[in-house]
C-alpha cells in the first residue's frame, strides 16, 4: 500500500527564490497535516486541513507561508519568498480520522536548504 | 512554557537496561496522547497509545497522570534497534492537532 509521499525528497535553493513543496495523502485518509523540523524548535504543525479544508493555519510563520488543498489527493505548501531560516525538514502527515486523535501517518519528509 | 515537554537526553544504556522517559505537558483539556518513535533522518512512527490505566506493549510499557499532567515511557531489556529518538505526543485544543515534544534521544550501546 502507498504511504503518503512527498515531493521534493531534497530542495536546495537561494533566497528568494519561490519553494513549492506536494504531498499525496493516503487515499481514504480524510485529515491533511504540514509539519516543520528543525533542531531548534523541534515537530511544529503548520496548518492541517480536514476533508480539504484549513482548520487550523495558526503555525504558519507568515504571509510568506501558503498551503492549500484543492482535492483529497493533492496537497501543497509554497513559499515565497524563501529564506535562509526556513531550511528545515517538513513533513506531510495524513489520518483517517476527522481530528488527530489516532495515528497520523507520515511521509519521508523533504528536506529544504534555503542558500 | 513550552506546551510538551522532554529531557532531550542523549540517554546511553547498554544493551539489557531499563530505561524511563518523561514528558509533561501544559494543556490539561488535552485528552489523546502517544509515543512516537523517529529514527534518524526519518519520519516519525506511531509507537503506542498512551491510556489513562497504563498500557503495555511488549518490552514498552506507558503511562499517564493525568492530575500532574505528566507521561512516561518505560523500556525493559533495551537492544541496539531501540536507538532512536522518542517524541512526546499529546492533542491540543479539541482534539484538532497533535503537539509534539522536542524528543528524547536514545543511544543503546553493545
Known amino acids: 500500500d502507498a504511504g503518503v509521499i512527498q515531493s521534493p525528497r531534497h530542495e536546495v535553493t537561494e533566497m528568494g527564490q519561490e519553494v513549492t513543496l506536494r504531498c499525496k495523502p493516503i487515499?481514504?485518509?480524510?485529515?491533511l497535516f504540514w509539519y516543520r523540523q528543525t533542531m531548534m524548535r523541534g515537530l511544529e504543525l503548520l496548518i492541517y486541513f480536514n476533508n480539504n479544508v484549513p482548520i487550523d493555519d495558526s503555525g504558519m510563520p507568515e504571509d510568506r507561508f501558503s498551503a492549500k488543498m484543492p482535492n483529497a489527493s493533492f496537497s501543497t505548501l509554497k513559499i515565497q519568498p524563501s529564506e535562509p531560516r526556513d531550511s528545515a525538514v517538513y513533513f506531510c502527515a495524513s489520518s483517517p480520522q476527522d481530528r488527530a486523535t489516532g495515528e497520523l501517518f507520515f511521509g519521508e519528509g523533504s528536506r529544504l536548504t534555503v542558500l | 512554557r513550552k506546551e510538551v515537554e522532554q529531557d532531550p537526553g542523549p540517554f546511553n544504556v547498554p544493551e539489557g537496561a531499563t530505561v524511563a522517559f518523561n514528558c509533561t505537558y501544559s494543556n490539561s483539556a488535552s485528552q489523546s496522547f502517544f509515543w512516537y518513535r523517529q529514527d534518524c533522518r526519518k519520519e516519525p512512527k506511531l509507537l503506542m497509545s498512551?491510556?489513562?490505566s497504563g498500557n503495555e506493549d511488549g518490552r514498552f510499557t506507558a503511562q499517564l497522570n493525568r492530575a500532574s499532567q505528566y507521561i512516561s515511557l518505560l523500556i525493559r531489556d533495551s537492544k541496539l534497534s531501540d536507538s532512536a529518538t522518542y517524541l512526546c505526543v499529546v492533542s491540543g485544543n479539541q482534539g484538532g492537532k497533535l503537539i509534539f515534544g522536542q524528543g528524547t534521544e536514545l543511544s543503546v550501546k553493545p
Open positions: 487515499s481514504g485518509h480524510n485529515s
Open positions: 498512551v491510556y489513562s
